[in-house]
């Protein structure tokens, strides 16, 4: 069964070598950390101390078509050290070689651990068998007739 997610996600592109990445906030403060993935839509960066889910700022980080400077949002940490961004907003020039970079480096297959989660996450409940649905119904008239019969035997043994 093909997976419905494949047709429209945005390629993701793998930096093998180590991305610098700089994060300013609207206050003016900045976190360094490093960009691990990347695509037209977001990404996923390594840093040292998360960011708050939601927080808006400014991402620059270097490619070999050079600069990309774009306006993010953070999302919910993956791990003590990973959290994803998606991109808000990316101007003309900056947009072309984000774009230029994932078409460089976007692998042919996903990681196989992607395709694993997805599946899982397509996997529907499997229904209980019939045999399974009419034991279980039938579940709470043993019970029943069980009590009722211990109590008889109670009493009459007294």
Known sequence: MPNPHTQWRSPRAHLG????????????RQHRGQLEVVS????????????KQGSQLK?????????????????RPVSD??????FVNVEGGDQRRLRATV?????????PWIEKYRAAACQQ????????RIVMKSL????????LVYFV????LK
Do not use: C, Y
């Open 153 to 156: 035997n109670a009493h009459l």
């Open 17 to 28: 070598d180590v991305t610098p990445a700089i994060l300013r906030l609207p206050d003016g």
């Open 140 to 147: 709470p008239f043993i019970a029943l007739v069980g009590g």
């Open 125 to 132: 409940k499997p229904e209980p068998s019939r045999l399974w």
């Open 103 to 111: 078409q460089s480096h976007t692998a042919s297959a996903p990681e």
């Open 40 to 51: 037209l839509n977001g990404g996923l960066l390594n840093l040292t101390n998360m960011l």
């Open 59 to 75: 991402l620059l980080f270097v490619t070999e078509s050079g600069p990309v400077l774009g306006a993010v949002e953070m999302l």
């Open 81 to 86: 050290t990973r959290q994803p961004f998606r």
